[in-house]
T-cell receptor, first 114, second 114 residues
Framework: KAGVTQTPRYLIKTRGQQVTLSCSPISGHRSVSWYQQTPGQGLQFLFEYFSETQRNKGNFPGRFSGRQFSNSRSEMNVSTLELGDSALYLC?????????????FGPGTRLTVT | ELKVEQNPLFLSMQEGKNYTIYCNYSTTSDRLYWYRQDPGKSLESLFVLLSNGAVKQEGRLMASLDTKARLSTLHITAAVHDLSATYFCAVVPYSGGGADGLTFGKGTHLIIQP
C-alpha cells in the first residue's frame, strides 16, 4: 500500500511570493491534516480537511489556506511569504477525522524563504 | 489552550539501560499518540492510546496512558543504538466528537551510546 506522498520535497522561494504544496493521502483515507515544523515553534497544527471540508484550523494567519479535492488529495497555499514561513511542512492522512484513528505522515516539503 | 509538556527534552543514555520519557498534558483527553522522528525524516507512528489505562508494547518500547493524571509514559527497556531519535507525544483535546488536530510536545531528543 503506497504511503502519503508530498510534492515538491524541497522548495526555495523569495519573500512576497506565494507557494502551493500538494499532499496525496493513502488510498482510502479521507482525512488530511497539515502541520508546520520549525526548530523554534516545534510541530504546529495548521488545518484538517475531511470530505473536502475544512474541519478545523490552527492558530495561523489567513495567508495560510488549503483545500481538498474529491479524490482526497489536498493542497496548501501560503501567500505573501515571510522569512518565518521557512519550515518543514508535513501532511498526515487518516481514515477518518483526527481523534481515534492513526495518522500517517508524509515525508514533508521543506520550504526555504529567502 | 492545551499544553503538552515532555520531559526530559534531551536524554543521553547507555545501551542496555532502561529509561522513561514523560508526557503531561493540561486538558481532558483520552487520545494520545507517540511518534518517532529521525534526523531529516518525517514522523513515524509508534503508538495510539485511546483509553485510560491503555498500555501498548512494541519491541523495547512500551507506552501507557493515565487520563486521570493526564500523563503518558514511554518506557525504553534495554536500550539499543537504533532507538536514537527524537520522540514526540501528541494529544487530541476532548471536544465531544470533534477534533482539533494534534497538539505536540516539544520532543525528547534521545541519544543512546554504546
Amino acid at each position: 500500500k503506497a504511503g502519503v506522498t508530498q510534492t515538491p520535497r524541497y522548495l526555495i522561494k523569495t519573500r512576497g511570493q506565494q507557494v502551493t504544496l500538494s499532499c496525496s493521502p493513502i488510498s482510502g483515507h479521507r482525512s488530511v491534516s497539515w502541520y508546520q515544523q520549525t526548530p523554534g515553534q516545534g510541530l504546529q497544527f495548521l488545518f484538517e480537511y475531511f470530505s473536502e471540508t475544512q474541519r478545523n484550523k490552527g492558530n495561523f494567519p489567513g495567508r495560510f489556506s488549503g483545500r481538498q479535492f474529491s479524490n482526497s488529495r489536498s493542497e496548501m497555499n501560503v501567500s505573501t511569504l515571510e522569512l518565518g514561513d521557512s519550515a518543514l511542512y508535513l501532511c498526515a492522512s487518516s481514515l477518518y477525522p483526527v481523534g481515534s484513528y492513526e495518522q500517517y505522515f508524509g515525508p514533508g516539503t521543506r520550504l526555504t524563504v529567502t | 489552550e492545551l499544553k503538552v509538556e515532555q520531559n526530559p527534552l534531551f536524554l543521553s543514555m547507555q545501551e542496555g539501560k532502561n529509561y522513561t520519557i514523560y508526557c503531561n498534558y493540561s486538558t481532558t483527553s483520552d487520545r494520545l499518540y507517540w511518534y518517532r522522528q529521525d534526523p531529516g525524516k518525517s514522523l513515524e507512528s509508534l503508538f495510539v492510546l485511546l483509553s485510560n489505562g491503555a498500555v501498548k508494547q512494541e519491541g523495547r518500547l512500551m507506552a501507557s496512558l493515565d487520563t486521570k493524571a493526564r500523563l503518558s509514559t514511554l518506557h525504553i527497556t534495554a536500550a539499543v543504538h537504533d532507538l536514537s531519535a527524537t520522540y514526540f507525544c501528541a494529544v487530541v483535546p476532548y471536544s465531544g466528537g470533534g477534533a482539533d488536530g494534534l497538539t505536540f510536545g516539544k520532543g525528547t531528543h534521545l541519544i543512546i551510546q554504546p
